[in-house]
């Protein structure tokens, strides 16, 4: 909070809008949580929230701190060889998921959704109108191949990094993108 | 507990082991869980306990309420076309956990395992010995391939009944079959 008779750096403005949306996000989900409301609560416009945001997915992995933003997902996948798809994914997940820092957002989000159904609510739409739906549409394939791929990305986080099952806690990330990159390609190819 | 005075009958010797199981693997894992402690906790002989339960995997599966036995995986995949593999266990797969009482133990599993690293550390020993190291010897595979086909099923009962993302949600078991088997018989077919 800025205090009174101060006039709040970006800084301060910036930490008032995540905490905003964080507590909007918990309490709303991600359809119900506006941007509008957000700004509100945070004592800002709308305007200058999106000159910090940019949109209401990056303020959503912003909140969550999440080390990548889903806007940066599209460009990834359509950037580079098609047929590498499978393998860019693969290795962008695993450089995410191996370092703790960058992991521990994503493992908070994995625990708050198998223990708070009103989180899960809020994840499960974010997933389907942030990622999903404009990954399937950047690809021109069925958002449940999509779907599956991630599927297949997250049960891997499981078993490696909070099971730790040996099998596959112990591989090397190449031989894991050489497991799993043709599985993701094939989800990708339609 | 039985009653002074009175022979326990099975169902109360059942319940005494079982309770006994949960608190050995839950303080001591499942390697550390003995079968004789387990016996000797719950009043009984080591082999009174194998004539109940005929292992230490089969009392772990009972323990945690599990709808199936690791002991009847092997024979589901070693048993009818080798060709059809990836379809047998996404359908057995897809029946557990379409069922809302079936689906709960495993729920539990998925939820501890995440919140919990004493159980996650549990539930990693049971599913390395009990379950990948049996799997991919009945079928001469690396175990990095059954765990890899592990991962992907449990990708999709986190999306589809946990977070519940509309693209695996909706599908109907036929297209989740259509679109997972070919993956799961890829990962078994080495």
Redesign the interface.
Known sequence: MAQAGRRPGQNETREAILEAAKQRFASQGYDGATVRAIAGDAGVNAALLNHFFGSKQQLFAAAMNLPINPAEIVPLILDGPPEQIGERLVRMFLSIWSNPVTRAPFLAL??S???NDEF?AT??QF??KAV?AKVAEAKGI???????A???????A???Y???????AD?SDE?LVT??A??IQ?YFDG
Chains 1, 2 share one sequence.
Do not use: D, K, N, S
């Not at 991630?150 to 891997?156: D, L």
């Not at 909070?162 to 596959?168: D, E, M």
């Open positions: 994995l625990r959704a198998t223990t899960a994840l499960r997933m389907e999903f069925p958002r449940v191949r999509v779907a599956a991630a599927a297949q990305m997250m049960g891997v499981l078993l490696r909070i099971v730790a099952v040996p099998p596959l591989a031989e497991l799993i043709p599985v094939h």
